[in-house]
T-cell receptor, first 114, second 110 residues
Framework: EAQVTQNPRYLITVTGKKLTVTCSQN?????MSWYRQDPGLGLRQIYY???????DKGDVPEGYKVSRKEKRNFPLILESPSPNQTSLYFC?????????????FGSGTRLTVV | DAKTTQPPSMDCAEGRAANLPCNHS???????VYWYRQIHSQGPQYIIH???NNETNEMASLIITEDRKSSTLILPHATLRDTAVYYC???????????FGAGTTVTVRA
């Protein structure tokens, strides 16, 4: 089944403790992206990657890192989490090029930083 | 980016067609209309997209007006599992960033 897999689904952590949220897709998509979703603020892009070893900042990159060493994986790293990073996170992927394609999203990671 | 306007909410009876409107009066010629939905805190799900012509897939139909200033997503036989927030988005094909507005909260009632 074509899918984007995120882990963990739920995570509670303490301020300053480094964490990684994993994302893997099995569709050979070039493009991958991380979003956070907060009430009243909608979906905001954190980082994206057009292909292996190519990453770039989205709208809200502060406090996050990403890497794209393999096509299928795009982990999100919080080096020193803070309470304002408490949010619902989604990883997404899609084909590049034409015709335009829709995104496939992961099931989400609900992160709480205390 | 062209902005979209959707009603905040709508109800639909189970088994009936749900017609979800979207206004995008400032759409430009190379912008596509995309529809996604999000079932309570799950990952958004792509439904359908179109440029000028009407489109249909296994989930829904998309009707785009001739002037392209508005569109309607049709769920032909709504079920309780179609209860979700539906988002209408306008993007050029090589703009990969998604941003969702408030969308339309659709409640399907038995």
């Amino acid at each position: 089944e074509a899918q984007v897999t995120q882990n963990p689904r739920y995570l509670i952590t303490v301020t300053g403790k480094k964490l990684t949220v994993t994302c893997s897709q099995n569709m050979n998509h070039e493009y991958m992206s991380w979003y956070r979703q907060d009430p009243g603020l909608g979906l905001r892009q954190i980082y994206y990657s057009m292909n292996v070893e190519v990453t770039d900042k989205g709208d809200v990159p502060e406090g996050y890192k990403v890497s794209r060493k393999e096509k299928r994986n795009f982990p999100l790293i919080l080096e020193s989490p803070s309470p304002n990073q408490t949010s619902l996170y989604f990883c997404a992927s899609r084909e590049t090029g034409s015709p335009p394609y829709g995104y496939t999203f992961g099931s989400g990671t609900r992160l709480t930083v205390v | 980016d062209a902005k979209t306007t959707q009603p905040p909410s709508m109800d639909c009876a189970e088994g009936r067609a749900a017609n979800l409107p979207c206004n995008h009066s400032t759409i430009s010629g190379n912008e596509y209309v995309y529809w996604y939905r999000q079932i309570h805190s799950q990952g958004p799900q792509y439904i359908i997209h179109g440029l000028k012509n009407n489109e249909t897939n296994e989930m829904a139909s998309l009707i785009i007006t001739e002037d392209r200033k508005s569109s309607t997503l049709i769920l032909p036989h709504a079920t309780l599992r179609d209860t979700a927030v539906y988002y209408c988005i306008v993007r050029v094909s090589n703009d990969y960033k998604l941003s969702f507005g408030a969308g339309t909260t659709v409640t399907v009632r038995a």
